[in-house]
Nanobody, 116 residues
């Protein structure tokens, strides 16, 4: 089955930037939706951003103007560009894709982002 791998997380000072990537090495599949979610300690998982097959994006109010999501179809990779990071952005970030074949969602294992 499809396995997603996130990368690019790490520790950064407030005001800094990070780029997260989400790929599925060795897999070829069509997606009918992609999104980023995050979960901070002691909080529920929340939707950060989403991007449709047509490229339409949406963002949580808390990250609008600071985060940008994009997808590279040639590399089958999803990105999350995070700028002007705040301490409240600290969380584990997960990517998720919706497989067109099943219309079900698949999640990666997450990557830690720590802003201090």
């Amino acid at each position: 089955h499809v396995q997603l791998v996130e990368s690019g997380g790490g520790s950064v000072q407030a005001g800094g930037s990070l780029r997260l990537s989400c790929a599925a090495p060795g897999y070829a599949f069509r997606t009918c939706g992609r999104r980023w979610e995050r979960q901070a300690p002691g909080k529920e998982r929340e939707l950060v951003s989403s991007i449709s097959t047509s490229g339409t994006t949406s963002y949580a109010d808390s990250v609008k103007g600071r985060f940008t999501t994009s997808q590279d179809y040639a590399k089958n990779t999803l990105y999350l560009f995070m700028n002007s990071l705040k301490t409240e952005d600290t969380a584990v970030y997960y990517c998720a894709v919706r497989l067109c074949e099943t219309m079900g969602w698949v999640w990666g294992r997450g990557t830690q982002v720590t802003v201090s």
